[in-house]
């Protein structure tokens, strides 16, 4: 036992997590075969315990809304929560990570392929038959072996969360401590669903004729991965250009796309590597990983823009700011910034710049890129509605596969399979953080454009006032107060701003 203060919940809790994400990082891009999650937990066991979450309780009501000593307690506590949550439920995480690095997918043909790879395979596999068998054969081994993984880990946390009795139940806690209005956004998220509606149902044949030639009733969700794959557009994004490129941007833009040395690019091909890209932060500002498996095309592109703007961000963090500072806080801010960069493959002008698609070709991508983005919004707000109806159940567990399914392919047409209802679920609402990042990056867009014109991306003044002015700060505000603070008088965030470029987009 230790007499905990502050201090030493600050200085034990950023040693903790910094040792939690390097092995996080080892697993997830293939350098370990299983985590070992548990050692770390009991190595800190004093700021994970009992008394430390009663100081952060303590120090988060205590102290007077508006503050920043409640503001760096309100960080503390979530970041708490969190990690008690995650030390009763390490050694699951131990074993699903295990499983996800080892897992093999076999066809009925005898087809074999990793886990970690399917995604990929199915969206570069253009035979239909071969693809839909791929997906089927993926579905039966999660159905089997990861939904119970996953579920079993919800299920717990949940009830973990909840004996804590900080609110009437885990949505009700969850509200009490981030200040996010789950209510709000499921309530703006089926009115984007309903005013995009028209739009959806007038755009998605004409993709689906045009690249897979099938129709709406026809589709799955291994179909919209082909689609979205876009592989006709391969040769306007080489491989070879992809990391010169984004680089080539950075630096017209002022900023070093390796911030001293501080990113590190993990871009090796690796079994066991995740097919997701991610970003590792190991050490805020100092080490931070940006790892990537290769897809093909405009895939790799917009992925590896979406983390660069994560890392440069995680990279640029005031190295004076706490702990809290540093590392917690709203990730919707984090995510902004990543989309702000990955929203560069809606923008013409980058385009024609940074890849290799040519004038004859950028009508029809940037119609195509239109449509991913409708198609994602609506992905992510039919996900938090789901969400909500599963974090509040007091009911059947097992009657929620069939919510899943309906909710999901209704927003989306895509039919999607019951399988992955536990599996594609953002935990702890992850997805209340996309949805608000792709409302703030659309103001940070406007704001941009204003303050140094459409071309912003290779403007060199723009560089250092994004450090100086976003990236420094870590996330020490939430989405709505640097909202409010860039755009003074503006509009509360929303989906209008991300509607009207849809519209733009799809227009042509």
């Not at 139940?169 to 996010?180: K, L, P, R, S, W």
């Not at 700060?473 to 009207?500: K, M, N, Y």
């Amino acid at each position: 036992m230790i007499d905990l203060t502050l201090e030493r919940l600050r200085a034990d809790g950023q040693a903790f997590t910094e040792d939690i994400s390097r092995e996080s990082y080892l697993a997830h891009s293939g350098h370990k075969a299983a985590a070992e999650f548990t050692p770390i937990y009991d190595r800190y066991a004093d700021v994970l315990g009992e008394e430390a979450l009663d100081l952060t309780v303590e120090l988060f009501k205590g102290t007077a809304d508006g503050t920043e000593e409640h503001r760096s307690a309100g960080m503390l506590l979530e970041w708490q929560l969190e990690s008690q949550a995650s030390r009763s439920l390490a050694e699951l995480d131990e074993r699903e990570t295990e499983w996800e690095s080892s897992a093999i997918i076999t066809t009925t043909e005898g087809r074999q392929l990793q886990y970690q790879a399917a995604a990929i395979e199915i969206a570069n596999e253009k035979d239909r038959a071969q693809r839909l068998m791929l997906d089927d054969a993926r579905s039966e081994l999660v159905e089997r072996e990861h939904a119970p993984l996953r579920l079993e880990r919800l299920q717990r946390e949940k009830e973990y969360i909840e004996s804590l009795g900080l609110a009437t139940d885990y949505n009700a806690a969850f509200e009490e401590i981030t200040g996010v209005s789950l209510g709000k956004l499921a309530v703006d998220c089926a009115a984007f669903l309903r005013d995009t509606q028209a739009m959806w149902d007038e755009t998605l044949p004409r993709h689906l004729r045009k690249s897979l030639g099938i129709k709406p009733g026809e589709a799955t969700r291994a179909d919209a991965l082909a689609l979205l794959r876009a592989s006709e557009y391969d040769g306007g994004f080489p491989g070879g250009m992809l990391q010169g490129s984004v680089a080539r941007q950075l630096r017209e833009m002022n900023i070093d796309p390796s911030a001293g040395g501080r990113i590190i690019y993990d871009v090796a091909e690796r079994p066991g590597k995740r097919a997701r890209a991610f970003c590792a932060p190991t050490r805020v500002p100092e080490e931070v990983y940006l790892v990537l498996r290769r897809h093909g095309g405009q895939n790799d592109y917009a992925a590896l823009l979406h983390e660069s703007g994560h890392a440069l961000h995680f990279a640029n963090v005031r190295d004076d700011y706490p702990f809290e500072y540093r590392w917690l806080g709203d990730n919707s801010v984090t995510e902004s910034y990543a989309m702000l960069f990955d929203h560069r493959m809606q923008d013409r002008g980058w385009l024609l710049r940074y890849t290799e698609l040519g004038k004859g070709n950028i009508e029809d991508f940037l119609r195509l890129a239109g449509f991913e983005e409708i198609h994602y919004i609506r992905r992510y707000c039919a996900k938090l509605i789901y969400e909500v109806e599963a974090y509040g159940t007091r009911g059947d567990w097992n009657a929620l596969p069939d919510l899943y399914v309906d909710t999901l392919t209704n927003a989306t047409t895509f039919q999607y399979k019951r399988a992955d209802a536990f599996v594609d679920f953002d935990a702890r609402y992850y997805s209340t953080r996309y949805l608000r990042a792709w409302q703030l990056q659309a103001l940070l867009s406007e704001c941009l454009v204003e303050q140094f014109d459409q071309d912003w991306y290779r403007n060199p003044a723009a560089g250092p006032w994004m450090i100086g002015e976003l990236w420094s700060e870590g996330q020490r505000e939430t989405a709505e107060e640097i909202a409010a603070r860039i755009r003074v008088g503006s509009d509360p965030l929303s989906f209008a701003p991300l509607i009207r470029n849809i519209e733009k987009l799809l227009a042509g």
